[in-house]
């Protein structure tokens, strides 16, 4: 499963960025191979400065070695090798239109003194932060993570649209960072679903990432806007600043475990502002989104 995932994560790190700089048409992504001290290593893709895209990075590691004891504590483990695989990926478009989108697929093997695997989980998930609300859009991209998920199981839609409300919410400004999606973690084998069937879903879920979004892209890219709607994309960039640093597991872990730094902090946007106690104007598209955030929406 370790090598069968491994190859999943290299394929699709190829046909999302190849898909981003057609979309893009100007800008290309820069491929940067690191290695890990601790053991293992990756594959940062990076893009700047497009015409479609601001900031982009679609990110594999592969890092394995021994984890910290907060690390072990975190997961309530006792055994201290690990294997963790994943792809995760952040786009900043530059057109205050068009969504941030987030998403992660990653699979992560524990093992006991003998080398043995004694613990394996799939996780990941998907999620759509819009700095101008079109209901539409948001309708889409859960549309497409409800159709890939009925495939597999139809609870798994209405609970991991849930456990992704639930996660990403900015508990110290009480509201959630976008219009939400899917994730799931520690998806194990148990008596309804094998090991095979996680990581068929999980699969299904990272090839469908591309039909969930451009559409999106496509449809936004060309829209006119004006210096306000840039300062308030920027201003509501700062609120997915603060969710990463401080919420963020992903962000923690690879932290916690000495991650690449220049890997771990390509999720953040390379323009952002925050200015104190900003109040959108009432009934506007700007109050529209923040009161929207305030409590998780069925979109479809």
């Known amino acids: 499963m370790k090598s069968e995932f491994s190859a999943f994560i290299d394929s699709l790190q190829n046909e999302i960025t190849s898909a981003l700089e057609k979309v893009d048409g100007k800008a290309t992504f820069i491929q940067d191979n690191w290695e890990r001290p601790g053991g293992g290593g990756g594959q940062s893709r990076i893009m700047q400065n497009g015409a479609v895209f601001e900031k982009g990075g679609v990110n594999v590691s592969k890092v394995n070695g021994t984890l910290p004891d907060s690390m072990k504590a975190y997961l309530k483990v006792d055994h201290g090798s690990f294997f963790a695989c994943g792809l995760s990926l952040v786009i900043h478009p530059k057109n205050p239109f068009v969504p941030t989108v987030h998403a992660n ?169 925050w200015h104190y106690n900003v109040e959108p104007t009432p009934e506007s598209d700007e109050a529209r989104l923040v009161s929207v955030l305030k409590k998780p929406v069925n979109w479809i």
């Open 105 to 273: 697929y990653r699979y992560f093997e524990l093992y006991d003194e003998q080398g043995e695997v004694v613990d394996q989980w799939f996780g990941g998930g998907q999620d759509l932060t819009p700095y101008y609300l079109f209901d539409d859009d948001a309708a889409h991209f859960h549309q497409e993570s409800k159709t890939v998920c009925d495939r597999h199981d139809k609870t798994f839609y209405p609970k991991y649209k849930e456990q992704c409300d639930r996660y990403f919410w900015n508990t110290h400004r009480d509201e959630a960072r976008g219009v939400g999606g899917l994730f799931f973690d520690y998806c194990r084998p148990n008596e309804k679903h094998s090991l095979q069937q996680w990581y068929d879903f999980v699969t299904d879920v990272g090839r469908s990432f591309l039909k969930g979004y451009l559409p999106i892209v496509e449809k936004r890219k060309k829209t006119p806007y004006k210096q306000p709607h840039r300062q308030w994309q920027e201003l509501r960039r700062g609120r997915y600043v603060e969710f990463n640093l401080i919420h963020d597991k992903g962000t923690l872990f690879g932290l916690k475990t000495k991650g690449r730094i220049e890997s771990i902090l390509m999720s953040l946007p390379p323009v952002v502002q």
